[in-house]
């Protein structure tokens, strides 16, 4: 069987398979506990790291972590961490795992129209996971059934990897979602949106551009139709949701970062010189573009081209200060270009516009770093992992500027975090105990380092 057949059974197996399929007669009433799930979700990432390839972009990484928040956030409390993930895959799909995992293709992301569309779609995986619907469905098997698959479905060895593909669909029949699941999670999905405050109609006009592609191109069916089939009813029950909801008015965006995090995508593929050809072609058309200016400024960027990035920054800026992220890149280009007060007036301006982005604080980190401003960095670092717990690497450039400041002890610990928030549960242990090694054992540091050894040690057993 093909690599691409196997991920995307892999995909419609493990994960959301939300075919139309009338489910078995004892259906399982009582998905696992939490911690079960959430065990499931860790063993599925530290895996998918290994097997995946995960864009690490920041930029990309925060856009798609803080559209997934604020609809988290719109849910209510849930008694789990959500984390979404970018696959680095031209398929158009989206994918979540029990315990709040969600995974979100790239070729979505460069096909969708708009942040609200993106909104669309992770509302829909955050219902899937929310209510549980994927173990649900499964029929019942307990987590380590589910985790003895996930080395078959990832690429594993021996015969037992090799399904057929009658089996392989039998199995994704299986653990398909109900029409009602899917129904569920269409109408809370929009119900959600609106509640984050992004215009529902959007998750309607990505259902319809889908399908659009499934009409121009009949022979190779996209990955998300496959777990998420198109029907006249779900686009009418979506219609009907929207009707049927008192919608907040949308939160208005002074430009919408998408076309920015779709050009950041090129880059991470090095279509650099692709890029400022059609930016500058854009340009030709039109000199008072603000975004082909900035979209320029950011390609000359990721190449090196501080000056040039300098220069259309600058010029983007003065035709539209609320660029998205505008402040932000001129201070990484200045810092890169040895320009620091002009890079600090810049965050500066950056931290104004957007005091709650961790970005801002972990770029102007790096500045103070160069600047041999140790103590501001640490600071800038430890604001950035404050807003973002559960991203590593505030925690890992924590763990670099401590080592540098000659504090070993926070420098392990940070450094331990960042392992620990990467799934890597082995580092993280081992750089945990040479922190407890390195800080006095009556302090508050060594109490939390014993706590989190104590934590990680407990769940591998």
Request: hydrophobic content about 40%; charged content about 25%.
């Amino acid at each position: 069987m093909s690599r691409r057949l196997c991920y995307l059974l892999f995909c419609a197996y493990f994960i959301v398979g939300c075919a139309s399929y009338q489910p078995p007669k004892a259906p399982f009433a009582n998905p696992p506990v939490e911690d079960q799930e959430v065990r499931i979700g860790r063993e599925f990432r530290r895996e998918a790291r290994k097997k995946l390839k995960l864009v690490h972009h920041p930029e990309v990484e925060r856009y798609v972590n803080q559209v997934g928040q604020r609809l988290v956030s719109a849910v209510g409390p849930q008694p789990f961490d959500y984390r979404f993930f970018v696959v680095e895959n031209s398929q158009l799909n989206a994918f979540a795992v029990p315990g709040g995992s969600i995974y979100i293709h790239t070729g979505l992301i460069e096909r969708i129209a708009s942040t609200d569309e993106l909104a669309g779609v992770l509302g829909h995986e955050i219902v899937h996971v929310k209510g549980h619907h994927a173990v649900r469905m499964s029929g019942g098997p307990d987590p380590i059934s589910l985790l003895s698959l996930l080395g078959v479905f990832l690429g594993g060895a021996g015969p037992q990897a090799a399904l057929t593909l009658g089996q392989a669909l039998a199995v994704t029949r299986q653990l398909s979602y109900t029409r009602q699941l899917e129904q569920e999670a269409d109408t809370l999905g929009v119900k959600y949106m609106a509640g984050a405050g992004y215009d529902p109609q959007a998750a309607l006009s990505f259902l319809k551009t889908v399908d659009q592609d499934r009409v121009l191109n009949p022979i190779e069916i996209p990955p998300y139709l496959m777990t998420h089939p198109l029907t006249p009813e779900r686009i009418a029950g979506v219609e009907s949701a929207i009707r049927s909801f008192a919608l907040k008015q949308p939160k208005s965006e002074s430009v919408d970062p998408m076309k920015k995090i779709q050009t950041l995508l090129r880059l991470e593929r090095h279509e650099s010189d692709a890029v400022v050809a059609e930016y500058e072609k854009a340009l030709g058309r039109n000199p008072q573009s603000a975004e082909a200016l900035q979209l320029l400024g950011v390609a000359h960027h990721y190449n090196g081209r501080w000056a040039r990035a300098v220069d259309y920054l600058e010029r983007a800026r003065s035709l539209n200060p609320r660029g998205p992220g505008i402040d932000r890149d001129l201070g990484r280009a200045y810092t890169q270009s040895g320009e620091f007060r002009l890079a600090g007036a810049a965050f500066e301006r950056a931290f104004a516009a957007e005091p709650n982005e961790p970005l801002n604080y972990l770029f102007a980190g790096e500045l103070y770093e160069k600047e041999s401003k140790l103590p501001e960095a640490v600071g800038a670092y430890l604001r950035a992992h404050n807003l973002a717990p559960l991203w590593p690497a505030p925690a890992r450039h924590l763990g670099i500027a401590y080592g540098k400041m000659n504090r070993l002890g926070d420098a392990y610990y940070y450094l331990g975090r960042s392992h620990l928030l990467a799934d890597e549960d082995e580092l993280a242990i081992t750089t945990l105990e040479r922190a407890l090694k390195s800080v006095e054992p009556t302090s508050s540091r060594s109490q939390v380092i014993r706590e989190e050894l104590e934590t990680i040690k407990a769940r591998k057993r």
